[in-house]
């Protein structure tokens, strides 16, 4: 593990950056399926551009995570709690790099094009299947769900850290402040 007390800028930022495209996601999401109409289209031509830059960005993060170690937890959590978080952090990488690309893989199973701005379409990444379509649906959607849930325990230990343990856990993530210990 690293001796850093906190993550990188570049994760950081892509942290917050991710947190707030991955929320309005599900939001639109959500919004999509309970909607028609043109309101419809217009969070359909939202929701597949913001899904591959979270791809994108998913891998960028990931790359950035494995070149640049994360600070160590604290020596005071319980090991089962340290399996808990870094549990917790693979299937988060593991959500925001699926999630992207199954849906890509359900539209192009429906034979539907995805469709980037400025009329740009990606490729089908799968042969038309009206079958798998579905399966990727469902799959896609208990995923989305799943990824909530996973968000939603993330959020409550980070706020078990910043409220009531006050360990060094929080501040690793949200501190922009140099301190000494970041000066070479």
Do not use: C
Request: no cysteine.
């Amino acid at each position: 593990m690293s001796t850093s007390i906190r993550f990188s800028g570049l994760a950081r930022i892509l942290h917050w950056l991710m947190a707030v495209m991955i929320l309005t996601m599900l939001f639109v999401g959500v919004f999509m399926a309970t909607t028609t109409g043109p309101a419809y289209y217009t969070l359909l031509s939202l929701h597949r551009p913001l899904g591959i830059a979270i791809l994108l960005l998913a891998l960028v993060r990931l790359t950035n995570r494995l070149l640049v170690p994360p600070p160590s937890l604290p020596d005071t959590m319980p090991p089962l709690q340290k399996a808990a978080a870094l549990g917790s952090h693979v299937l988060l990488y593991a959500l925001m790099i699926a999630m992207p690309l199954i849906g890509w893989g359900m539209l192009s199973a429906g034979n539907y094009p995805v469709i980037m701005w400025g009329g740009f379409h990606l490729p089908p990444i799968l042969p038309h299947n009206p079958v798998l379509f579905a399966t990727l649906r469902h799959l896609h959607t208990w995923l989305a769900i799943l990824l909530f849930a996973t968000i939603l325990l993330h959020l409550a230990a980070a706020l078990l850290h910043a409220l009531i343990l006050r360990d060094s856990v929080w501040p690793s993530m949200v501190s922009f402040r140099r301190t000494e210990r970041d000066l070479p």
